[in-house]
């Protein structure tokens, strides 16, 4: 089921700042497996003509949440804030 939230920048991007990289070698596969999904969909909507500045993709998996956000220079940062 896919839902939309208004999320509030501020929050986000406190959260974001104790947040980390996915790391390929020691997540877990589903970590892994969710965090290439939300690269592919932000790609996606990017190529699709959405702005990039207001794009910010979540998953909330038992354990972990993960958010994707375009960076500047083109490529999608994917971060695990919480476990």
Do not use: K, Q, W, Y
Request: proline share 5%; with cysteine; net charge negative.
């Amino acid at each position: 089921m896919i839902r939309t939230e208004s999320i509030e920048t501020t929050s986000t991007a406190m959260s974001l700042s104790i947040g980390r990289e996915v790391d390929p070698f020691t997540d877990s596969e589903l970590v892994r497996l969710t965090a290439l999904n939300l690269e592919m969909a932000v790609r996606n909507l990017i190529n699709a003509g959405c702005s990039p500045e207001c794009l910010t993709l979540t998953a909330d998996l038992v354990t972990h949440r993960l958010v994707a956000m375009p960076r500047p220079d083109g490529s999608v940062r994917v971060v695990v804030v919480n476990e």
